[in-house]
């Protein structure tokens, strides 16, 4: 079978993608086989398990993982399955432990997932797991880059420093912030959205939505600093390749690396100057500007994003059905930031991002009413995501939609591949 | 000024009126409740001592962005919240100690049901009030949301206030 997601028109100006793609449940079982099956997916940051035997739980792509460092050094995924009878060996969300022991039959684990003893061992011939079948699994593919750790299902999966070519660039820029790296901090908000996960994919880099959406947020802003004449989002949009795209722009609000704002102290305006003077020593002058002064939101295909605004937060999400995901979202910060500075990153975060925030919870909304009203799918078939083709893609401002249609592209790419072998299969 | 002895039923009573202020969308009156000093947190889940440098909290408002809290959920332009939800809130298993001091500890269960487009969402936890007399009123000197969930699945949100 062959079925048309995306139109795509340079001619016309016009990108189209069907909402089928929102609502279908076949289209979420092609994803899950093509897509979360095969790419480069964000399981956690390094500073989450910084010591031996720290481990945490974590869902990705639809699995049960234990993202552990295990007692000989290493990082390890494993699957959170007893390798006997499939019982979720650990079920705490997060300590340290030499061990894991699954309770149903009392097999126990070393932690880097070997099998170290049962009950009733006489029952078992001695080269019992000669082979290594007995021990807990673990993903073959974990590979990191930056501190951001990532693990791919597929063996034969292209490594994850081609995979992320271009944006490797962006989260330079992001974790350069900081000469000590970035740490995650405690309390990952876990939430979801009862809306498709492509949704928040688009969301994530579209700065179109901004001002009608976020119309609250950017009053308090202004009434927060009278410099504020008129809400400024300039900048550009740019395809990063295989599906990964960002928006680099200016905004009114402070950043905690280092755009001071009226709402913070002069003490703080003092050390952000200082920290741009040190960000120019180490990068020079345009670069020190991106990092300081710029914002990002990058998306790397098909479910991490990484949004360095006014302050830094990763979220990742995947879909339970067509109709609902589930979100992680982190706050990355500077190991070892004063507190006063972290303070001020930590209030600006909450201000507008996470659950409780004043922009994030009208994100979920919008995202929820369109869910809502893709039930007239079979008679309103095509979403528009057109801005900015008529400057050409290369022109593209950051409140066009290029980063969304980046993302569309090589979507429809791996669907329109899968179709395609399906149909060979058919005619052999 | 003559201050009167505080007793349990006034701090009781003092809390349904905040909870029904709540449920009548009545934020400014609700925010008009804490001192100049007040604050309102919702510490991380399952980290209710959790200190705002070290984790992300999900609200962590002083007084001044508890009033830009509540006066942004009256606008239209708050779309999570317009039209508004309708809520439920109820306050359980009140405990009140230190009634004779300067601040009053109060803590109590709570439940709160929030309905809209036809789904309804519950969020359990704990307060914990610290109250102080100003004049003849009770004020609340900060007002912390112990949530009892283990995420925020399927709510998705905190829109409301707590």
Known sequence: MSRQLVKDNMEKHEFLVHRSVFSDREILARERAEIFNKCWLFIGHETEIPNVGDYKRKKVGGRNLLFVHSQDGEIRALYNTCPHRGALVCRENEGNSRAFRCFYHAWSFTNDGKLAGMPGKDGFPEDFNADGTKDMKAVNRLESYRGFVFVNFDDNAISLDEYLGNAKEYIDLVVDQSESGLEVLGGVQQYSVRANWKLLAENSVDLYHGMPTHKTYFDIKQSQDPGIKRIQLEGRGIDLGNGHAVMEYVAPWGRPVAQWTPIWSEDLKRDMEKMKEKLKERFGEERADRIANYNRNIIIFPNLVINDIMAVTARTFYPTSPGYMEVSGYALAPIGEDKEHRMARNNNFLEFLGPGGFATPDDNEALELCQEAYTNNTEVEWNDISKGMVRGEENALATDELQMRSFWRQYNKILQESFNREKEVAHQ | ?162
């Open chain 2, 1 to 162: 000024m003559t201050v009167t002895a505080v007793t349990r039923q006034d701090v009781v009573d003092f809390l349904y009126k905040e909870a029904k202020l709540l449920d009548e969308w009545k934020l400014k009156e609700w925010a008009a409740l804490f001192t100049d000093d007040g604050t309102y947190t919702v510490p991380p889940i399952g980290e209710p001592d959790a200190t705002a440098t070290e984790s992300l909290f999900y609200v962590h408002d002083n007084r001044q962005r508890l009033q830009e809290r509540a006066e942004r959920l009256l606008k239209k332009e708050a779309h999570v919240e317009y039209p508004h939800s309708t809520t439920l809130r109820n306050y359980h298993n009140i405990l009140v100690d230190n009634i004779n001091s300067e601040v009053i500890n109060v803590e109590c269960n709570f439940t709160t049901h929030r309905t809209k487009r036809e789904v309804v969402d519950m969020f359990i936890g704990k307060l914990e009030y610290e109250i102080v007399q100003q004049g003849n009123e009770l004020a609340i000197k900060s007002k912390k949301v112990i949530l009892h969930l283990d995420s925020l699945r399927p709510q998705g949100k905190i829109s409301l206030i707590l």
